[in-house]
Protein backbone atom coordinates (compact mmCIF):
# COMPACT_ATOMS: atom_id res chain seq x y z
CA UNK A 1 0.00 0.00 0.00
CA UNK A 2 1.27 3.60 -0.86
CA UNK A 3 2.63 5.77 1.81
CA UNK A 4 -0.48 8.70 2.39
CA UNK A 5 1.71 12.24 1.40
CA UNK A 6 1.79 14.32 4.80
CA UNK A 7 -0.24 17.34 3.94
CA UNK A 8 1.66 20.54 3.23
CA UNK A 9 0.28 23.45 5.68
CA UNK A 10 -1.27 25.71 2.98
CA UNK A 11 -0.29 29.34 2.16
CA UNK A 12 -2.34 31.61 4.51
CA UNK A 13 -5.13 33.24 2.55
CA UNK A 14 -4.57 36.91 0.92
CA UNK A 15 -5.96 39.62 3.08
CA UNK A 16 -6.34 37.11 6.11
CA UNK A 17 -6.02 38.85 9.61
CA UNK A 18 -5.50 37.53 12.26
CA UNK A 19 -8.19 38.22 15.43
CA UNK A 20 -6.33 40.93 17.62
CA UNK A 21 -5.16 40.33 21.22
CA UNK A 22 -5.04 42.70 23.96
CA UNK A 23 -1.40 44.01 24.29
CA UNK A 24 0.78 42.67 26.79
CA UNK A 25 4.84 41.54 26.35
CA UNK A 26 5.32 38.80 24.25
CA UNK A 27 4.97 35.29 25.34
CA UNK A 28 7.92 33.04 25.91
CA UNK A 29 7.27 29.74 24.27
CA UNK A 30 9.62 26.67 24.84
CA UNK A 31 8.92 23.63 22.57
CA UNK A 32 9.97 20.68 23.41
CA UNK A 33 9.07 17.74 20.75
CA UNK A 34 9.54 18.78 16.58
CA UNK A 35 8.24 15.42 15.11
CA UNK A 36 4.77 15.20 13.00
CA UNK A 37 3.10 18.10 15.79
CA UNK A 38 6.05 20.14 16.44
CA UNK A 39 6.86 20.83 13.01
CA UNK A 40 3.45 21.61 12.03
CA UNK A 41 3.25 24.39 14.57
CA UNK A 42 7.11 25.96 13.84
CA UNK A 43 4.99 26.07 10.43
CA UNK A 44 1.83 27.91 11.53
CA UNK A 45 4.01 30.38 13.77
CA UNK A 46 6.41 30.93 10.88
CA UNK A 47 2.73 31.66 9.02
CA UNK A 48 2.05 34.12 11.70
CA UNK A 49 5.44 36.21 11.30
CA UNK A 50 4.94 40.18 10.62
CA UNK A 51 1.17 39.67 11.93
CA UNK A 52 -0.22 40.89 15.05
CA UNK A 53 -0.40 37.47 16.64
CA UNK A 54 3.48 36.71 15.90
CA UNK A 55 4.27 39.73 17.58
CA UNK A 56 3.09 38.15 20.97
CA UNK A 57 4.95 35.19 20.34
CA UNK A 58 8.47 34.35 21.12
CA UNK A 59 10.23 31.18 20.68
CA UNK A 60 13.10 30.97 22.71
CA UNK A 61 13.98 27.47 23.26
CA UNK A 62 13.74 24.45 21.36
CA UNK A 63 14.56 20.43 22.05
CA UNK A 64 13.94 17.48 20.22
CA UNK A 65 15.13 13.92 22.38
CA UNK A 66 18.34 14.84 21.67
CA UNK A 67 19.45 18.51 21.35
CA UNK A 68 18.19 21.81 22.58
CA UNK A 69 19.05 25.89 21.39
CA UNK A 70 17.77 28.57 23.09
CA UNK A 71 17.70 32.54 22.33
CA UNK A 72 16.15 35.00 24.63
CA UNK A 73 15.81 37.36 21.16
CA UNK A 74 13.74 34.61 19.62
CA UNK A 75 14.52 31.96 17.08
CA UNK A 76 13.17 32.62 13.92
CA UNK A 77 10.48 29.22 13.49
CA UNK A 78 11.62 28.30 10.30
CA UNK A 79 15.08 27.81 10.75
CA UNK A 80 14.74 26.56 14.41
CA UNK A 81 14.97 23.19 13.24
CA UNK A 82 17.81 24.22 11.45
CA UNK A 83 19.49 25.80 13.93
CA UNK A 84 19.22 23.03 16.70
CA UNK A 85 20.55 19.96 14.36
CA UNK A 86 23.70 22.50 13.39
CA UNK A 87 24.33 24.12 16.94
CA UNK A 88 22.18 22.06 19.19
CA UNK A 89 23.36 21.43 22.62
CA UNK A 90 22.61 17.78 24.81
CA UNK A 91 19.21 18.46 25.71
CA UNK A 92 18.00 18.67 29.38
CA UNK A 93 14.83 19.85 31.16
CA UNK A 94 16.56 21.25 33.63
CA UNK A 95 17.71 23.96 30.90
CA UNK A 96 13.82 24.32 30.28
CA UNK A 97 12.80 26.83 32.85
CA UNK A 98 15.94 28.85 32.62
CA UNK A 99 15.85 29.27 29.08
CA UNK A 100 12.26 31.06 29.44
CA UNK A 101 13.44 33.00 31.99
CA UNK A 102 12.23 37.12 31.09
CA UNK A 103 8.64 39.04 31.05
CA UNK A 104 5.74 37.93 29.23
CA UNK A 105 3.85 35.00 29.80
CA UNK A 106 6.17 31.50 30.22
CA UNK A 107 5.09 29.02 28.26
CA UNK A 108 6.11 24.97 27.82
CA UNK A 109 4.34 23.39 24.98
CA UNK A 110 4.94 19.73 25.03
CA UNK A 111 4.93 18.07 21.51
CA UNK A 112 6.67 15.15 22.74
CA UNK A 113 5.26 11.32 23.63
CA UNK A 114 7.47 11.61 26.26
CA UNK A 115 7.18 10.38 30.19
CA UNK A 116 9.91 12.21 31.38
CA UNK A 117 8.78 15.52 29.95
CA UNK A 118 5.03 14.54 31.28
CA UNK A 119 7.10 14.18 34.67
CA UNK A 120 7.48 17.65 34.67
CA UNK A 121 4.08 19.58 33.79
CA UNK A 122 3.49 19.73 37.55
CA UNK A 123 6.99 21.20 38.48
CA UNK A 124 6.85 24.30 35.87
CA UNK A 125 2.87 24.89 36.91
CA UNK A 126 3.94 25.25 40.64
CA UNK A 127 6.78 28.03 38.85
CA UNK A 128 3.99 29.85 37.54
CA UNK A 129 5.10 28.36 34.02
CA UNK A 130 2.12 27.32 31.69
CA UNK A 131 2.05 24.19 29.82
CA UNK A 132 -0.15 23.26 26.74
CA UNK A 133 0.50 20.13 25.57
CA UNK A 134 -0.41 17.34 22.92
CA UNK A 135 0.52 14.60 25.16
CA UNK A 136 -1.82 12.42 27.24
CA UNK A 137 0.81 11.41 30.20
CA UNK A 138 0.51 14.26 31.91
CA UNK A 139 -3.81 13.82 32.86
CA UNK A 140 -3.76 10.13 31.29
CA UNK A 141 -1.89 8.27 33.50
CA UNK A 142 -2.12 7.81 37.35
CA UNK A 143 -4.70 9.77 39.27
CA UNK A 144 -1.98 10.95 41.38
CA UNK A 145 -0.10 12.96 38.55
CA UNK A 146 -3.60 14.37 37.39
CA UNK A 147 -4.18 15.60 40.62
CA UNK A 148 -0.63 17.02 41.21
CA UNK A 149 -1.02 18.79 38.25
CA UNK A 150 -4.07 20.22 39.52
CA UNK A 151 -2.45 21.15 42.73
CA UNK A 152 -0.02 23.07 40.69
CA UNK A 153 -1.75 24.90 38.64
CA UNK A 154 -3.78 26.73 41.88
CA UNK A 155 -0.42 26.83 43.50
CA UNK A 156 1.96 28.58 40.38
CA UNK A 157 -1.85 30.42 39.20
CA UNK A 158 -0.85 29.09 36.22
CA UNK A 159 -2.44 27.30 32.97
CA UNK A 160 -2.46 23.59 32.01
CA UNK A 161 -3.79 23.85 28.40
CA UNK A 162 -4.79 20.54 27.21
CA UNK A 163 -7.03 20.99 24.22
CA UNK A 164 -4.88 19.14 21.60
CA UNK A 165 -4.72 15.45 24.21
CA UNK A 166 -8.63 14.71 23.16
CA UNK A 167 -9.90 14.78 19.72
CA UNK A 168 -6.68 16.94 18.32
CA UNK A 169 -8.63 20.05 19.50
CA UNK A 170 -12.14 19.42 19.13
CA UNK A 171 -14.47 20.82 21.65
CA UNK A 172 -14.79 18.10 23.45
CA UNK A 173 -13.27 18.54 26.46
CA UNK A 174 -14.23 22.17 26.34
CA UNK A 175 -18.30 20.61 25.91
CA UNK A 176 -17.67 18.65 28.69
CA UNK A 177 -16.58 21.44 31.09
CA UNK A 178 -18.97 24.23 29.44
CA UNK A 179 -21.85 21.41 30.26
CA UNK A 180 -20.70 21.25 34.14
CA UNK A 181 -19.92 24.67 34.45
CA UNK A 182 -23.40 25.38 33.59
CA UNK A 183 -24.72 22.42 36.23
CA UNK A 184 -25.23 19.63 34.18
CA UNK A 185 -23.96 16.00 35.31
CA UNK A 186 -22.04 14.01 32.85
CA UNK A 187 -23.93 10.61 32.64
CA UNK A 188 -22.23 8.67 30.08
CA UNK A 189 -19.42 9.42 26.87
CA UNK A 190 -18.91 7.00 24.08
CA UNK A 191 -17.06 7.15 21.15
CA UNK A 192 -14.32 6.91 18.55
CA UNK A 193 -11.91 8.42 20.09
CA UNK A 194 -8.41 7.38 18.10
CA UNK A 195 -7.49 9.34 14.79
CA UNK A 196 -5.22 6.53 13.49
CA UNK A 197 -8.22 3.98 14.25
CA UNK A 198 -10.78 5.38 12.99
CA UNK A 199 -8.65 5.80 9.67
CA UNK A 200 -7.37 2.17 9.53
CA UNK A 201 -11.21 0.83 10.02
CA UNK A 202 -12.92 3.81 7.77
CA UNK A 203 -10.19 2.36 5.27
CA UNK A 204 -9.90 -1.28 5.73
CA UNK A 205 -11.73 -3.31 3.31
CA UNK A 206 -11.26 -7.16 4.62
CA UNK A 207 -9.08 -8.03 1.29
CA UNK A 208 -5.75 -5.75 1.81
CA UNK A 209 -3.64 -6.70 4.69
CA UNK A 210 -4.54 -4.61 8.00
CA UNK A 211 -0.81 -4.77 8.20
CA UNK A 212 -0.04 -2.31 5.54
CA UNK A 213 -3.07 0.00 6.40
CA UNK A 214 -1.41 0.17 9.92
CA UNK A 215 2.35 1.30 7.87
CA UNK A 216 -0.02 4.14 6.38
CA UNK A 217 -1.54 5.22 9.26
CA UNK A 218 2.21 5.40 11.09
CA UNK A 219 3.63 6.69 7.71
CA UNK A 220 0.73 9.75 7.56
CA UNK A 221 1.56 11.09 11.46
CA UNK A 222 -1.93 9.54 12.54
CA UNK A 223 -0.25 7.05 15.29
CA UNK A 224 1.54 7.53 18.07
CA UNK A 225 5.65 6.93 17.58
CA UNK A 226 4.62 3.51 18.56
CA UNK A 227 2.17 2.57 16.86
CA UNK A 228 1.30 -0.14 19.81
CA UNK A 229 0.78 3.09 22.03
CA UNK A 230 -2.95 2.90 19.89
CA UNK A 231 -3.34 -0.69 18.67
CA UNK A 232 -2.87 -1.89 22.39
CA UNK A 233 -5.72 0.69 23.11
CA UNK A 234 -3.44 2.38 25.38
CA UNK A 235 -3.91 5.80 23.75
CA UNK A 236 -7.65 5.33 23.83
CA UNK A 237 -7.44 4.55 27.68
CA UNK A 238 -5.72 7.88 28.30
CA UNK A 239 -8.15 9.61 26.31
CA UNK A 240 -11.39 8.30 28.16
CA UNK A 241 -9.36 8.84 31.32
CA UNK A 242 -9.31 12.90 30.63
CA UNK A 243 -12.58 13.12 29.26
CA UNK A 244 -13.39 11.38 32.90
CA UNK A 245 -11.83 12.92 35.08
CA UNK A 246 -12.47 16.16 33.05
CA UNK A 247 -16.03 15.29 33.99
CA UNK A 248 -15.19 14.84 37.98
CA UNK A 249 -14.06 11.15 38.23
CA UNK A 250 -11.37 10.52 39.75
CA UNK A 251 -11.10 7.17 37.39
CA UNK A 252 -7.71 5.07 37.77
CA UNK A 253 -6.16 3.52 34.59
CA UNK A 254 -6.65 -0.10 35.95
CA UNK A 255 -10.35 0.98 36.08
CA UNK A 256 -10.81 0.93 32.20
CA UNK A 257 -11.21 -2.38 30.86
CA UNK A 258 -9.16 -2.88 28.03
CA UNK A 259 -9.44 -5.12 24.94
CA UNK A 260 -6.30 -4.20 22.49
CA UNK A 261 -5.76 -5.76 19.26
CA UNK A 262 -2.31 -6.54 19.49
CA UNK A 263 -1.31 -10.16 21.26
CA UNK A 264 0.17 -9.73 24.27
CA UNK A 265 3.79 -10.98 23.14
CA UNK A 266 4.31 -7.55 20.87
CA UNK A 267 4.77 -5.77 24.19
CA UNK A 268 8.56 -7.65 24.68
CA UNK A 269 9.44 -6.76 21.10
CA UNK A 270 11.77 -3.85 19.86
CA UNK A 271 10.50 -1.00 17.47
CA UNK A 272 12.12 -3.32 14.20
CA UNK A 273 10.24 -6.14 15.97
CA UNK A 274 7.14 -4.43 15.51
CA UNK A 275 7.10 -3.58 12.07
CA UNK A 276 7.73 -7.37 11.37
CA UNK A 277 5.00 -8.53 13.55
CA UNK A 278 2.09 -6.38 12.70
CA UNK A 279 1.07 -9.08 9.75
CA UNK A 280 -0.02 -11.40 12.79
CA UNK A 281 -2.73 -9.08 13.05
CA UNK A 282 -4.23 -10.06 9.73
CA UNK A 283 -6.23 -12.87 9.80
CA UNK A 284 -8.23 -12.19 13.26
CA UNK A 285 -8.95 -8.83 11.60
CA UNK A 286 -9.82 -10.40 8.23
CA UNK A 287 -12.10 -12.49 10.47
CA UNK A 288 -13.60 -10.14 12.28
CA UNK A 289 -14.27 -7.82 9.78
CA UNK A 290 -16.07 -10.59 7.52
CA UNK A 291 -17.99 -11.64 10.66
CA UNK A 292 -19.09 -7.81 10.45
CA UNK A 293 -19.60 -7.24 7.09
CA UNK A 294 -22.25 -10.02 6.82
CA UNK A 295 -24.45 -9.11 9.53
CA UNK A 296 -24.16 -5.10 7.77
CA UNK A 297 -22.16 -3.67 10.48
CA UNK A 298 -19.18 -1.57 10.62
CA UNK A 299 -16.35 -2.57 13.15
CA UNK A 300 -15.80 0.61 15.06
CA UNK A 301 -12.80 1.11 18.28
CA UNK A 302 -15.02 2.12 20.88
CA UNK A 303 -14.75 3.98 24.52
CA UNK A 304 -17.65 4.19 27.16
CA UNK A 305 -17.91 5.36 30.36
CA UNK A 306 -20.99 4.49 31.94
CA UNK A 307 -21.77 6.63 35.34
CA UNK A 308 -25.70 5.62 34.98
CA UNK A 309 -26.09 2.85 37.04
CA UNK A 310 -25.46 2.77 41.00
CA UNK A 311 -22.08 2.30 42.19
CA UNK A 312 -19.09 2.74 40.68
CA UNK A 313 -18.74 3.71 36.79
CA UNK A 314 -18.25 1.36 33.82
CA UNK A 315 -15.12 2.44 31.47
CA UNK A 316 -14.14 -0.14 28.79
CA UNK A 317 -12.45 0.40 25.64
CA UNK A 318 -12.31 -2.22 22.50
CA UNK A 319 -13.22 -3.14 19.29
CA UNK A 320 -16.94 -3.63 18.57
CA UNK A 321 -19.16 -4.40 15.67
CA UNK A 322 -21.84 -1.67 15.07
CA UNK A 323 -25.19 -1.82 13.27
CA UNK A 324 -26.18 0.99 10.46
CA UNK A 325 -27.80 2.98 12.92
CA UNK A 326 -25.57 3.60 15.65
CA UNK A 327 -25.09 6.90 16.66
CA UNK A 328 -20.93 6.43 16.80
CA UNK A 329 -20.99 4.76 13.38
CA UNK A 330 -20.02 7.16 10.49
CA UNK A 331 -17.63 10.46 9.52
CA UNK A 332 -14.70 9.00 7.54
CA UNK A 333 -11.01 9.89 7.91
CA UNK A 334 -9.23 10.19 11.28
CA UNK A 335 -12.79 11.25 12.33
CA UNK A 336 -13.41 11.32 16.09
CA UNK A 337 -17.49 10.73 17.46
CA UNK A 338 -18.18 11.09 20.64
CA UNK A 339 -22.05 11.20 21.82
CA UNK A 340 -22.39 12.29 25.81
CA UNK A 341 -25.17 12.10 27.65
CA UNK A 342 -25.77 14.65 30.52
CA UNK A 343 -28.64 16.33 32.51
CA UNK A 344 -29.74 18.18 29.09
CA UNK A 345 -29.09 15.45 26.89
CA UNK A 346 -30.69 12.60 28.65
CA UNK A 347 -32.52 10.98 25.55
CA UNK A 348 -30.41 12.10 22.57
CA UNK A 349 -26.95 12.58 23.40
CA UNK A 350 -24.82 15.81 22.39
CA UNK A 351 -22.49 14.38 19.74
CA UNK A 352 -19.29 15.53 18.54
CA UNK A 353 -17.29 14.89 15.03
CA UNK A 354 -14.50 15.80 13.74
CA UNK A 355 -10.67 14.61 12.55
CA UNK A 356 -9.16 13.30 15.96
CA UNK A 357 -5.73 13.12 14.43
CA UNK A 358 -2.99 14.91 12.06
CA UNK A 359 -0.32 17.47 12.35
CA UNK A 360 -1.97 20.29 11.40
CA UNK A 361 -5.19 20.04 13.53
CA UNK A 362 -2.97 19.18 16.60
CA UNK A 363 -0.82 22.00 16.26
CA UNK A 364 -3.45 24.66 16.06
CA UNK A 365 -5.56 23.28 19.01
CA UNK A 366 -1.92 23.44 20.69
CA UNK A 367 -1.39 27.56 19.76
CA UNK A 368 -5.35 27.61 20.28
CA UNK A 369 -4.37 27.04 24.45
CA UNK A 370 -1.58 29.37 23.89
CA UNK A 371 -3.43 32.16 22.80
CA UNK A 372 -6.23 31.65 25.31
CA UNK A 373 -3.27 31.92 27.84
CA UNK A 374 -2.20 35.46 26.69
CA UNK A 375 -5.85 36.43 26.72
CA UNK A 376 -6.52 35.56 30.04
CA UNK A 377 -3.02 36.95 30.94
CA UNK A 378 -3.89 40.48 29.29
CA UNK A 379 -7.42 40.41 30.68
CA UNK A 380 -5.61 39.80 34.62
CA UNK A 381 -3.13 42.53 33.61
CA UNK A 382 -6.31 45.07 32.88
CA UNK A 383 -8.37 43.97 35.91
CA UNK A 384 -5.24 44.55 37.82
CA UNK A 385 -4.72 48.22 36.30
CA UNK A 386 -8.96 49.21 36.62
CA UNK A 387 -8.75 47.82 40.22
CA UNK A 388 -5.47 50.28 41.15
CA UNK A 389 -7.30 53.07 39.57
CA UNK A 390 -10.44 52.23 41.36
CA UNK A 391 -8.11 51.87 44.59
CA UNK A 392 -6.57 55.30 43.67
CA UNK A 393 -9.78 57.14 43.12
CA UNK A 394 -11.22 56.69 46.57
CA UNK A 395 -7.79 57.69 47.72
CA UNK A 396 -8.10 61.12 46.58
N1 LIG B 1 0.21 12.90 15.56
C1 LIG B 1 -1.04 13.27 15.90
O1 LIG B 1 -1.97 13.29 15.09
C2 LIG B 1 -1.32 13.66 17.31
C3 LIG B 1 -0.36 13.57 18.28
N2 LIG B 1 -0.65 13.92 19.56
C4 LIG B 1 0.39 13.81 20.55
O2 LIG B 1 1.47 14.68 20.19
C5 LIG B 1 2.68 14.16 20.72
C6 LIG B 1 3.74 14.16 19.61
O3 LIG B 1 3.31 13.33 18.57
P1 LIG B 1 4.11 13.28 17.17
O4 LIG B 1 4.54 14.64 16.79
O5 LIG B 1 3.23 12.51 16.26
O6 LIG B 1 5.38 12.41 17.58
P2 LIG B 1 6.83 12.40 16.89
O7 LIG B 1 7.48 11.11 17.24
O8 LIG B 1 6.72 12.77 15.44
O9 LIG B 1 7.61 13.57 17.62
C7 LIG B 1 7.97 13.49 18.98
C8 LIG B 1 9.11 14.46 19.22
O10 LIG B 1 9.37 14.49 20.62
C9 LIG B 1 10.79 14.53 20.79
N3 LIG B 1 11.13 14.16 22.16
C10 LIG B 1 11.06 12.95 22.77
N4 LIG B 1 11.52 13.05 24.03
C11 LIG B 1 11.84 14.36 24.24
C12 LIG B 1 12.38 15.08 25.34
N5 LIG B 1 12.65 14.48 26.50
N6 LIG B 1 12.60 16.41 25.18
C13 LIG B 1 12.33 17.03 24.02
N7 LIG B 1 11.84 16.39 22.94
C14 LIG B 1 11.60 15.06 23.05
C15 LIG B 1 11.29 13.60 19.71
O11 LIG B 1 12.68 13.76 19.48
C16 LIG B 1 10.43 14.09 18.55
O12 LIG B 1 10.98 15.26 17.98
C17 LIG B 1 2.36 12.77 21.27
O13 LIG B 1 2.21 12.85 22.65
C18 LIG B 1 1.01 12.44 20.63
O14 LIG B 1 0.20 11.62 21.44
C19 LIG B 1 -1.87 14.39 19.94
C20 LIG B 1 -2.87 14.53 19.04
C21 LIG B 1 -2.69 14.13 17.64
N1 LIG C 1 -2.28 8.47 17.93
C1 LIG C 1 -3.35 9.33 18.28
C2 LIG C 1 -3.01 10.73 17.86
C3 LIG C 1 -3.86 11.71 18.57
O1 LIG C 1 -3.99 11.73 19.76
C4 LIG C 1 -4.63 8.89 17.58
O2 LIG C 1 -4.54 8.02 16.73
O3 LIG C 1 -5.70 9.41 17.89
Not at 49 to 59: I, K, Y
Not at 146 to 172: F, K
Not at 185 to 206: C, E, Q, T
Amino acid sequence: MNAIPRPRLAAAPKGWVPAPLPSTAPARLALLGIGTVGSALLQRLAQWQGTALGERLRVVHVANSRQACSDGAGLSPLAAAQHLHAAGRPAALDAVAPALAGDGARIVIDATASDAVAARHAWWLAQGIHVVTACKLGQGTSVARWSEIRAACARGGSVYGDSATVGAGLPLLRSIRGLQAGGDRIHAIAGVLSGSLAWLFHHYDGLRPFSGFVRAARAAGYTEPDPREDLSGEDVRRKLLILARSAGLALEAGAVEVDPLLPAAFAALDRCGVDAALPQLDAPLRARHADAWKRGEKLCFVARLDCRAEGAPSARVGLESLSPDDPLRGGGGTDNRVAIWSDRYRGQPLLIQGPGAGAQVTAAALLDDVLAILRAAAQAAGAAKNASIGCGCRKT
